[in-house]
């Protein structure tokens, strides 16, 4: 862990000088690109406990609410014959529905690439919603009816919130609980980030009631800029 935090502070400060491009104009299209020492997804390790870059990209359609986008990392599912790539495809619509309650409805579309011949196919789409309440929190949602190509069911709920502490810090927790075919299982995590010049430096940890090499309990260093 030691080794991921050091090179997660290694490739930022080798690519903060990118941030200077970021345009400050307002524009439909917007972009991020970023480096984690983890990639934690749901209580879960995806890149095997390594360092993981990460970018994407998003549309929005004008004032509309809709807007669609993509977003990549790599990967280790410990399988020496497995995927090294994901890549989410997304679609959704984003509204306030008063000045306090906001709603978000988006179909993901989970790929993933660079697996051997013979493999199989574990791309799937969940739908995810999310609803959240002005400085008390946001419920969201998950459900898919095939994870990981396996005709399973899997929903996802989690609850969580942010809170500006002055001086652009920002403390985030939140709790989620997954319910599958394959069984329920608890995560959780809470963390706190710092905007500086553009670029958003995480501290956060990650943990679940799960056992296995993969369950988090980590401590993650991310650094994300974006224009």
């Given at each position: 862990m030691?080794n991921?935090?050091?090179a997660?502070?290694?490739?930022?400060?080798?690519l903060?000088p990118a941030a200077?491009?970021?345009?400050?104009?307002?524009?439909?299209?917007?972009?991020?690109a970023?480096?984690?020492s983890d990639?934690?997804?749901?209580?879960?390790?995806?890149?095997n406990?390594d360092?993981?870059?990460?970018?994407g990209?998003?549309?929005?359609f004008g004032?509309?609410g809709?807007?669609?986008?993509?977003?990549g990392?790599?990967?280790d599912?410990q399988?020496?014959t497995?995927?090294k790539g994901?890549?989410?495809l997304?679609v959704?619509?984003n509204?306030d529905i008063?000045d306090?309650?906001?709603?978000d409805?988006?179909?993901?579309?989970y790929?993933?690439?660079?697996?051997?011949a013979?493999y199989?196919?574990?791309?799937?789409?969940?739908?995810i919603?999310k609803?959240?309440l002005?400085?008390v929190?946001?419920?969201?949602?998950?459900y898919?009816n095939?994870y990981s190509n396996?005709?399973?069911?899997?929903?996802?709920v989690?609850?969580?919130?942010?809170?500006?502490?002055?001086?652009e810090?920002t403390l985030?927790a939140?709790?989620?609980?997954?319910?599958s075919?394959f069984?329920?299982?608890?995560d959780?995590n809470?963390?706190?980030s710092?905007?500086?010049?553009?670029?958003e430096f995480?501290l956060?940890y990650?943990?679940?009631n799960?056992?296995g090499?993969?369950a988090?309990?980590?401590v993650v260093?991310?650094?994300t800029i974006?224009g």
């Amino acid at each position: 862990m030691q080794n991921n935090l050091k090179a997660a502070v290694l490739a930022a400060l080798l690519l903060a000088p990118a941030a200077a491009f970021a345009q400050d104009a307002e524009s439909n299209f917007s972009w991020n690109a970023g480096v984690a020492s983890d990639y934690v997804f749901r209580g879960i390790s995806q890149s095997n406990r390594d360092i993981a870059f990460q970018a994407g990209v998003d549309y929005a359609f004008g004032d509309s609410g809709f807007y669609a986008g993509a977003w990549g990392s790599n990967v280790d599912f410990q399988d020496t014959t497995g995927p090294k790539g994901e890549v989410d495809l997304y679609v959704g619509y984003n509204t306030d529905i008063t000045d306090n309650v906001n709603f978000d409805v988006m179909l993901t579309r989970y790929t993933y690439h660079g697996s051997d011949a013979g493999y199989g196919n574990i791309d799937y789409n969940e739908l995810i919603t999310k609803v959240g309440l002005k400085d008390v929190g946001t419920l969201t949602v998950g459900y898919t009816n095939d994870y990981s190509n396996s005709g399973e069911n899997v929903t996802y709920v989690n609850l969580g919130n942010s809170w500006d502490l002055g001086g652009e810090y920002t403390l985030n927790a939140g709790f989620g609980r997954t319910f599958s075919d394959f069984g329920d299982y608890n995560d959780w995590n809470v963390g706190v980030s710092k905007s500086f010049k553009g670029i958003e430096f995480g501290l956060n940890y990650y943990d679940t009631n799960l056992e296995g090499p993969r369950a988090a309990d980590a401590v993650v260093l991310s650094m994300t800029i974006g224009g």
